[in-house]
């Protein structure tokens, strides 16, 4: 990869990277400082690595920086298990992705994270298993789980009757 | 249970019993429960079901008319990335090596010029410069009243013995003194009559600021310099007065030391230890930013002699070696 590669991988995907990491642990310094992160670990390998590979790259080493920032804080929920009572609190809302997104905030890491992958960025599940290091059908799993759980927090919330 | 003798290997024949309730373990797709639909549902969305799985999905559906709404809805679950944006991309930003290097080399060298540029600016010559450039304001150390003449009007000479030596004095001139000097002055002397702009900003806060202008017959006392830039083309033959100088230019040496001063004054700023700084202090500081900079390999060292004093100044380099005596009067 070029230096002039390397700008355009800052400009086209920091912003998506930056977005996935923060939707999924909601703290824009650490957001932040994991993308920084992120980009030095790319510019020190720039040579290395192809710039056709660079989005997915930039998205993996991202979210392994966020699992280790999340395990260091100890702040990891057990990705099998979601708070049920925290789904269905009552609430107002205005808008149906904001809704989305709260309720986003309440399921496992590695679902949110599947999720985001599959609905910001429209990776398949087998990019989405190369970036998080789940099997194809673990992927599809959290999806098809998390959709499910998102759903009954509209519905719960009587966003959706 | 039957056995049957092989040649050498006895096998076991499975026995013809069958389980007597057996049929009640199947299952219809309509006894999913809303749990397995809803993740059968959120599959379909992802367009991931095929074959018999959406046949029984379909079937699912049309046996209970709020199933289709309920699969529906999943489609409708999808996340849409928000405005945000990466605060610290423009960090992230590199420069090509051959940018750095340019902005490495450029950007201080400007800055360097820029600090002399001001040290000049600020010195004995920058006062003399700012009186040449501005007529119509004078500050500085001259006391002196400042002469415009219009272009479009003639000049005339005028020998006033009692401003030139109220100049050389140093003395304020009062408009008045001018005038009353012009009009001595005997009618052969005078060339022409013009407009004079008289303007003065006194440095003695107890003078009033004098500015006048008046019709009468000038020249005045400023030097050949000025006169030549504010008169007409046709009027070159002013070169040849002599004019009374105000200003004394300073001298080189006195250029160099206020360079000195004031290098030693911002390093004092910047380091916060007052210490004197010389001539080699300040090449052996470009030679080391050269060094860091380009990457080369100078080097400039003094020599001393037993008393510890500056005898001699050596440079050597990959292309250029030398040991040059200190004048020891050098500042």
Redesign the interface.
């Given at each position: 990869m070029t230096?002039?590669e390397?700008?355009n991988a800052?400009?086209e995907f920091?912003?998506?990277?930056?977005?996935f990491i923060?939707?999924s642990i909601k703290d824009?310094h650490r957001a932040?400082d994991i993308?920084?992160d992120t980009?030095?670990k790319l510019?020190r390998c720039v040579t290395e690595i192809e710039y056709v590979a660079a989005r997915s790259w930039l998205f993996s080493t991202a979210y392994n920086r966020m699992i280790d920032v999340i395990r260091k804080d100890s702040r990891l929920v057990d990705i099998e298990y979601y708070d049920e009572s925290s789904l269905y609190a009552e609430e107002s809302h205005s808008d149906?992705?904001e809704v989305?997104?709260r309720a986003?905030e309440t399921l496992p890491a590695a679902q949110r994270s599947v999720?985001?992958l599959r609905?910001?960025e429209g990776y398949n599940y087998k990019e989405i298993g190369e970036i998080t290091g789940l099997s194809e059908a673990q992927v599809?799993t959290y999806?098809?789980?998390g959709?499910?759980a998102?759903?009954n927090y509209?519905v719960k919330t009587s966003v959706?009757q | 249970m039957a056995m049957t003798e092989d040649m050498e290997f006895p096998r076991l024949t499975p026995p013809g019993e069958r389980m007597p309730s057996g049929n009640s373990l199947f299952r219809r797709p309509e006894e999913l429960t809303d749990e397995q639909f809803d993740l059968l549902a959120a599959a379909w969305a992802e367009d991931e079901l095929s074959g018999d799985a959406l046949i029984e999905l379909e079937s699912v559906i049309a046996s209970a008319p709020g199933k289709r709404e309920r699969a529906n809805s999943f489609r409708s679950l999808r996340l849409a990335p928000g405005p945000e944006s990466w605060p610290g991309m423009r960090r992230s930003l590199r420069n090509s090596p051959a940018k750095t290097a340019v902005r490495r080399t450029i950007v201080p060298a400007l800055l360097a010029a820029a600090a002399v540029l001001m040290l000049i600016l600020s010195g004995p010559a920058g006062a003399k410069l700012k009186t040449l450039n501005n007529p119509a304001r004078t500050t500085g150390t001259a006391t002196m009243a400042v002469a415009e003449i219009p272009g479009s009007l003639p000049v005339i000479r005028k020998e006033s013995p009692e401003l030139n030596q109220a100049t050389a004095a140093g003395k304020i001139i009062q408009p008045e003194q001018v005038i009353d000097a012009g009009k001595n002055i005997p009618a052969e002397q005078v060339i022409a009559t013009g407009k004079i702009i008289l303007s003065e900003q006194l440095l003695a806060p107890d003078m009033p600021e004098v500015a006048s202008e008046r019709t009468l017959p000038l020249i005045t006392m400023h030097d050949r310099a000025e006169i030549l830039a504010f008169a007409p083309a046709t009027d070159r033959t002013l070169s040849t007065i002599t004019m009374a100088k105000t200003i004394e230019p300073a001298t080189l040496r006195e250029e160099k030391n206020w360079m000195l001063r004031s290098i030693s004054f911002l390093a004092g700023a910047v380091t916060g230890r007052e210490k004197e700084i010389d001539g080699y202090m300040i090449a052996n500081g470009c030679i080391n930013g050269l060094n860091t900079i380009l990457g080369w390999d100078m080097e400039l060292a003094q020599v001393s002699n037993k008393s510890g004093d500056p005898v001699a100044v050596s440079f050597s380099s990959s292309l250029l070696s030398f040991t040059k005596p200190l004048n020891k009067f050098t500042p």
């Open positions: 230096v002039k390397y700008n800052v400009r920091g912003d998506h990277v930056y977005r923060l939707r824009s932040d993308v920084q980009y030095e510019w149906l992705n989305l997104h986003l999720i985001l609905d910001y599809k999806i098809f789980r959709r499910v998102l759903r509209l959706w | -």
